[in-house]
């Protein structure tokens, strides 16, 4: 019982933590990179270097944000400077900030209101991104089941929220928002959990259910998953890298993204206090913001992601360049030699089995729905082509 503990709290870790280009920066991978606290006046002063870098920028806008005469300043210098400028969407607080069952309501209204500004201003931006996690509240819950090594609420929390009806009655729902959007000539990319990628290799999709979050059977023009490194060592992040981008490559081809970082000490960002106090984290949230302080490391990881297959790469993110003490340049202007071997077997078959356990502990104690799993993407070969039983893993 005590093994079965101890995995039970590592999958509730890694739930909690864990958006046709010109390939020119990081490697020959096209960078993307969020920016999520910096004043829009400030972000200005990087567009003309990522302009030089071919960088993306994913931008959080909230609702509140529509109309800001420094974004829209923003955007137009970004425009002269050839930056493609993304939508990241994210509520207020308290308005729970993704975009998942519990937050329909409140994201349709700012969809709706986004897009009416956007023609009416003429807005230059043709991508949005949806960050699809458990809410705040959820997280706070979950930080506390860490705290109190409580596995007996995490595990009901996790069946109470399991809700057929309601989960294909939300799925329905957000990818009518996704086609809004679509009809409205814009690109949907979504961005969630890594964990929600080893449910498919798995096959198990019912865990986006009990997070209340449906992510991989919408709509989405591209998708992206959170693989942070947080304490992990440099190789052991390499092993899971590589071990993510080939399951991202296999079940989305040119659409899978790997979202990685943090990039330099995100303690020094005052925003993630706030953030700290939301989730209840404590000390253990404080913990997890010492992020990559060498670019050298970035360089690394950006050059195993494109050897396993991906082109594109979303890196969190500028608010931590903007502390780190490196320019935004020196993040992304260090080559790794081509022939460059990385040793991560053992790194990779270690978070394998170990992410094996936990759905193993998550069919056995909270239970997959069959019904979910035939309708929603096990037998759509057209969007996804799980492994047969019989074929090997990473």
Not at 135 to 154: A, C, H, L, N, Q
Not at 165 to 186: A, Q, Y
Request: net charge neutral; with cysteine; glycine share 8%.
């Amino acid at each position: 019982m005590k093994r079965y503990r101890f995995l039970v709290l590592v999958f509730l870790w890694s739930v909690l933590f864990g958006a046709g280009p010109v390939f020119s920066s990081g490697n020959g991978v096209k960078i993307g990179l969020w920016c999520e606290f910096l004043p829009y006046s400030r972000v200005k002063d990087y567009i003309r270097d990522m302009g030089e870098q071919d960088i993306t920028l994913i931008l959080h806008i909230g609702p509140s944000d529509i109309g800001n005469p420094d974004l829209v300043s923003l955007l137009k210098k970004a425009e002269q400077c050839h930056v493609d400028v993304r939508a990241w969407f994210l509520l207020p607080y308290e308005e729970d900030l993704y975009f998942c069952e519990d937050t329909l309501d409140n994201t349709e209204d700012f969809v709706n209101d986004f897009i009416d500004w956007v023609k009416r201003d003429g807005i230059g931006i043709k991508w949005v991104v949806f960050d699809c996690e458990p809410t705040p509240s959820t997280g706070r819950e979950f930080f506390r089941y860490v705290r109190e090594k409580d596995i007996v609420s995490f595990i009901g929390h996790l069946k109470k929220n399991k809700n057929e009806k309601r989960f294909k009655r939300s799925v329905h729902r957000m990818n009518k928002i996704i086609g809004r959007l679509h009809k409205e000539g814009f690109f949907v990319a979504g961005t969630s959990n890594r964990m929600i990628l080893e449910g498919l290799y798995f096959r198990n999709i019912s865990l986006q259910d009990s997070l209340n979050v449906p992510f991989t059977m919408l709509d989405w023009d591209e998708l992206s998953f959170l693989v942070y490194r947080y304490k992990a060592s440099q190789i052991d992040y390499l092993g899971m890298v590589k071990r993510y981008a080939k399951i991202a490559k296999k079940y989305f081809g040119g659409k899978g993204v790997l979202d990685i970082g943090l990039i330099g000490d995100n303690r020094k960002i005052p925003e993630n206090e706030k953030r700290m106090d939301l989730f209840g984290g404590e000390k253990k949230f404080t913990d997890l913001l010492i992020g990559i302080d060498n670019p050298l490391e970035l360089a690394e990881i950006v050059d195993i992601i494109k050897k396993n297959g991906l082109s594109r790469v979303n890196v969190y993110s500028l608010d931590g360049i903007a502390v780190s003490g490196y320019s935004l340049a020196a993040w992304f202007e260090n080559d790794v030699p081509p022939d460059k071997r990385y040793f991560t077997h053992i790194a990779s078959i270690k978070a394998g089995l170990t992410n094996a356990s936990l759905q193993l502990i998550y069919n056995v104690l909270v239970g997959k729905q069959e019904s979910i799993e035939e309708e929603f993407g096990m037998s759509r070969q057209k969007e996804y082509n799980p492994p047969g039983k019989n074929k090997s893993r990473l």
